[in-house]
């Protein structure tokens, strides 16, 4: 947050325009594209001082500064922690016209739904080892799963292998039967195939 502490009494989209510059561009040009940047960014807090702003705000304010320019690559670190469902929807949407655009962002994070819904490529280091890179859907399919929980007449509970053929059958069977009292299946995803890959999964 260094940058944050001072001129606390600047307004967020005055305080996003002062962190940054003119880019090479006309300064009125160049004043207004920030201005409309980091309120699209920060919503109404744009116009709140500084020193009213959240660890969220703050945050978001950050954000805005590195869009500003709408540079080629961005470097985003957990773009979307200590922020709520509202204000990351806000830095989603933000992103995905960068994208649209034709930017580049580089990030990391340990929100696996940002991965799948954010990323065309994925690099998982684990123990400063890259131990994988592919298309998240890749990763999910190469680690791809079904399960079903099934409690039976008796209250005993079992959990079958849908990908495993005698599973299969033994759950068609038990149906058949009127043995079950319920079956709830389940589809791994994305952040399955992280904890297989990185060797806390599927115990």
């Known amino acids: 947050m260094q940058g944050l502490a001072s001129t606390p009494e600047r307004r967020g989209e005055a305080k996003a325009r002062w962190l940054s510059n003119t880019d090479g561009q006309h300064p009125c040009d160049a004043a207004e594209r920030k201005r409309c940047n980091s309120v699209d960014v920060l919503g109404e807090a744009a116009y709140?001082?500084?020193?009213?702003?959240?660890l969220g705000m703050r945050k978001k304010l950050l954000l805005a500064r590195a869009v500003l320019h709408r540079p080629e690559i961005l470097y985003l670190?957990?773009?979307?922690?200590?922020?709520d469902v509202y204000s990351a929807s806000i830095v989603y949407r933000i992103l995905r016209r960068m994208?649209?655009?034709?930017?580049?962002i580089v990030l990391t994070t340990h929100n696996m739904k940002e991965v799948q819904e954010m990323c065309d490529r994925v690099a998982i280091l684990c123990k400063g080892c890259l131990i994988a890179l592919d298309t998240p859907m890749a990763l999910r399919q190469q680690h791809h799963r079904r399960t079903a929980d099934v409690v039976l007449q008796d209250g005993s509970k079992l959990k079958l292998d849908l990908d495993?053929?005698?599973?299969?059958?033994?759950?068609?069977e038990l149906v058949r039967s009127g043995e079950t009292v319920s079956v709830q299946?389940?589809?791994?995803d994305?952040?399955?195939a992280f904890l297989k890959l990185t060797g806390q999964g599927f115990e």
């Open 185 to 188: 299946t389940r589809e791994f």
């Open 190 to 192: 994305f952040h399955d």
């Open 99 to 104: 994208l649209a655009e034709g930017s580049t």
């Open 77 to 83: 670190d957990e773009p979307t922690a200590n922020l």
């Open 48 to 54: 709140l001082k500084v020193k009213r702003y959240s």
């Open 164 to 172: 495993r053929e005698e599973d299969r059958l033994r759950l068609a």
